[in-house]
Protein backbone atom coordinates (compact mmCIF):
# COMPACT_ATOMS: atom_id res chain seq x y z
CA UNK A 1 0.00 0.00 0.00
CA UNK A 2 1.21 3.80 -0.87
CA UNK A 3 1.74 5.54 1.59
CA UNK A 4 3.15 9.54 1.58
CA UNK A 5 3.68 11.65 4.77
CA UNK A 6 4.99 14.78 4.87
CA UNK A 7 6.83 16.86 7.29
CA UNK A 8 8.82 20.45 7.63
CA UNK A 9 6.38 22.77 6.90
CA UNK A 10 6.01 25.51 9.41
CA UNK A 11 6.08 29.85 9.64
CA UNK A 12 9.17 31.12 7.64
CA UNK A 13 10.25 34.74 6.83
CA UNK A 14 10.62 36.06 3.28
CA UNK A 15 14.00 35.11 2.41
CA UNK A 16 14.33 32.05 4.54
CA UNK A 17 15.02 28.65 3.15
CA UNK A 18 12.78 25.80 3.91
CA UNK A 19 13.25 21.83 3.45
CA UNK A 20 10.03 19.67 3.14
CA UNK A 21 10.38 15.76 3.42
CA UNK A 22 7.87 13.31 2.03
CA UNK A 23 8.23 9.72 3.60
CA UNK A 24 7.34 6.90 1.18
CA UNK A 25 6.77 3.48 1.33
CA UNK A 26 5.02 0.61 -0.19
CA UNK A 27 6.77 0.75 -3.29
CA UNK A 28 9.76 0.82 -5.01
CA UNK A 29 9.72 4.41 -6.15
CA UNK A 30 13.20 5.02 -6.18
CA UNK A 31 14.62 2.08 -8.62
CA UNK A 32 15.14 2.75 -12.32
CA UNK A 33 12.63 -0.14 -13.43
CA UNK A 34 9.74 0.67 -11.39
CA UNK A 35 8.67 3.27 -13.75
CA UNK A 36 7.19 5.87 -11.00
CA UNK A 37 7.39 9.29 -10.41
CA UNK A 38 7.26 11.72 -7.40
CA UNK A 39 6.40 14.89 -7.26
CA UNK A 40 5.42 18.08 -4.64
CA UNK A 41 2.50 19.98 -5.57
CA UNK A 42 0.81 23.12 -3.53
CA UNK A 43 -2.37 24.55 -3.04
CA UNK A 44 -3.03 28.11 -2.39
CA UNK A 45 -6.56 28.32 -0.62
CA UNK A 46 -9.46 28.60 -2.89
CA UNK A 47 -7.36 27.43 -6.10
CA UNK A 48 -6.32 23.99 -7.19
CA UNK A 49 -3.43 22.13 -6.40
CA UNK A 50 -0.35 23.32 -9.32
CA UNK A 51 2.90 21.54 -9.70
CA UNK A 52 5.77 22.42 -8.06
CA UNK A 53 8.47 19.72 -8.72
CA UNK A 54 8.83 16.01 -9.60
CA UNK A 55 11.04 13.58 -11.03
CA UNK A 56 11.11 10.21 -12.44
CA UNK A 57 14.06 7.73 -11.38
CA UNK A 58 14.12 6.21 -14.97
CA UNK A 59 16.29 9.34 -16.89
CA UNK A 60 15.73 12.72 -17.23
CA UNK A 61 15.83 15.66 -15.46
CA UNK A 62 13.59 16.74 -13.52
CA UNK A 63 10.33 19.62 -14.07
CA UNK A 64 9.85 22.39 -11.95
CA UNK A 65 7.48 25.21 -11.88
CA UNK A 66 8.62 28.47 -14.02
CA UNK A 67 7.99 30.00 -10.19
CA UNK A 68 10.41 27.56 -8.77
CA UNK A 69 13.54 27.54 -11.12
CA UNK A 70 16.43 28.34 -9.68
CA UNK A 71 15.25 28.58 -5.78
CA UNK A 72 14.17 24.56 -5.86
CA UNK A 73 15.48 21.49 -5.21
CA UNK A 74 14.06 17.98 -5.13
CA UNK A 75 16.32 15.33 -3.78
CA UNK A 76 16.06 12.12 -2.33
CA UNK A 77 17.34 10.50 0.68
CA UNK A 78 20.39 7.87 -0.48
CA UNK A 79 18.38 4.98 1.85
CA UNK A 80 15.16 5.57 -0.90
CA UNK A 81 12.90 6.01 2.04
CA UNK A 82 12.07 9.92 1.44
CA UNK A 83 11.87 12.60 -1.06
CA UNK A 84 12.60 16.50 -0.25
CA UNK A 85 11.77 19.29 -1.47
CA UNK A 86 14.19 22.47 -0.57
CA UNK A 87 13.11 26.21 -1.86
CA UNK A 88 15.14 29.08 -0.94
CA UNK A 89 14.34 32.46 -1.02
CA UNK A 90 10.71 31.80 -0.09
CA UNK A 91 8.08 34.79 -0.63
CA UNK A 92 5.03 35.54 0.88
CA UNK A 93 3.17 34.18 -2.22
CA UNK A 94 4.89 30.33 -1.90
CA UNK A 95 2.41 30.56 1.25
CA UNK A 96 0.33 27.09 0.46
CA UNK A 97 -0.21 23.96 1.48
CA UNK A 98 2.24 21.64 0.01
CA UNK A 99 1.71 18.06 -0.96
CA UNK A 100 4.13 15.33 -1.75
CA UNK A 101 2.56 12.97 -4.69
CA UNK A 102 3.46 9.28 -6.81
CA UNK A 103 2.04 7.86 -9.89
CA UNK A 104 3.03 5.52 -12.33
CA UNK A 105 3.69 5.24 -15.38
CA UNK A 106 6.04 7.76 -15.93
CA UNK A 107 4.60 9.69 -18.48
CA UNK A 108 7.71 12.50 -20.36
CA UNK A 109 7.36 14.93 -22.48
CA UNK A 110 10.76 16.43 -24.24
CA UNK A 111 12.22 19.96 -24.66
CA UNK A 112 15.19 19.66 -26.84
CA UNK A 113 16.67 16.64 -26.15
CA UNK A 114 15.91 16.72 -22.44
CA UNK A 115 12.77 14.50 -20.90
CA UNK A 116 10.94 15.87 -18.15
CA UNK A 117 8.18 14.00 -16.20
CA UNK A 118 4.98 14.98 -16.60
CA UNK A 119 3.72 16.59 -13.39
CA UNK A 120 -0.19 15.85 -13.94
CA UNK A 121 -2.98 13.47 -12.71
CA UNK A 122 -1.17 11.66 -10.22
CA UNK A 123 -3.19 8.74 -8.38
CA UNK A 124 -1.16 8.95 -5.24
CA UNK A 125 -0.97 11.75 -2.41
CA UNK A 126 -0.20 12.40 1.20
CA UNK A 127 -2.04 14.72 3.52
CA UNK A 128 -0.09 17.76 3.25
CA UNK A 129 2.09 20.13 5.13
CA UNK A 130 1.35 24.10 5.57
CA UNK A 131 3.97 26.28 4.29
CA UNK A 132 3.22 30.21 5.80
CA UNK A 133 5.85 32.80 4.23
CA UNK A 134 5.66 35.97 6.37
CA UNK A 135 6.49 39.15 5.11
Known amino acids: QVRLEESGGGLVQAGGHLKLSCSTS????????????LGWFRQFPGKEREAVSC????????YYADSMKGRALISHKSDKTTLYLEIYGLRPEDTAMYYC????????????????????????WGQGTQVTVSS
Open 101 to 124: AADRPTRKYRVGGVYYPECVDFKF
Open 26 to 37: GANFYDYSSDWT
Open 55 to 62: VSFNGGSP
